[in-house]
């Protein structure tokens, strides 16, 4: 399932001077499916991965890299050091508002995770290193990891060729 996230309003053209092109593909959770990865990937001291391998996809970390999996249900990433061709990099995580058991709807969380990963474009991302082939991609729950108690997004930044070799983050990113 995919969507296009509305255009940024006043305030986010920045954005557009940078030549991301915005767009919202949210990847589906699979519910209630928590197998775990064959290989576990690693992540040195520092935070980048060292050697690569599988994650759930609610254990990312901010800079990791991987190739971007275009199935609609999704419970796992195999994680790539961002130095190895790659089409994806998480730039910046959040948590949901609202802390209720029930579901409170993919519309509203689609919403929310938009927001929220615009807002954290500027902070985030080199934009030396933007081209307009870039689009923002975001991870949210569904029912079931909701219901597992899953309360976050992750903000992605993807090319749709795995041709990246290195970081798209500032230095310090802000998460």
């Not at 399932?1 to 006043?10: G, K, L, N, V």
């Not at 589906?28 to 391998?53: K, N, W």
């Not at 999996?69 to 730039?91: E, K, M, N, R, W």
Request: proline letters at 9%; charged letters at 10%; hydrophobic letters at 35%.
């Amino acid at each position: 399932m995919s969507e296009r996230a509305p255009q940024p309003r006043t305030g986010r053209g920045p954005l557009l001077t940078v030549g991301i092109a915005l767009g919202a593909l949210a990847v589906l959770i699979a519910i209630g499916v928590a197998t775990a990865p064959h290989s576990s990937a690693h992540h040195s001291a520092s935070g980048p991965v060292r050697q690569p391998g599988g994650v759930d996809i609610f254990a990312l970390r901010v800079a990791d890299c991987f190739d971007y999996p275009h199935g609609q249900s999704v419970s796992s990433v195999a994680l790539i050091p961002c130095t190895q061709p790659h089409d994806t990099q998480v730039f910046a995580q959040f948590d949901l508002t609202g802390s209720s058991s029930s579901y409170p709807g993919a519309t509203l969380l689609k919403q929310q995770a938009t927001s929220g990963c615009n807002s954290r474009i500027a902070g985030n991302l080199d934009r030396s290193r933007i081209t307009n082939t870039l689009s923002v991609r975001f991870i949210f729950p569904l029912p079931g990891s909701w219901g597992l108690g899953h309360r976050s997004v992750s903000c992605l930044v993807a090319d749709p060729t795995p041709d990246l070799t290195s970081s798209l983050l500032v230095a310090h990113p802000r998460g």
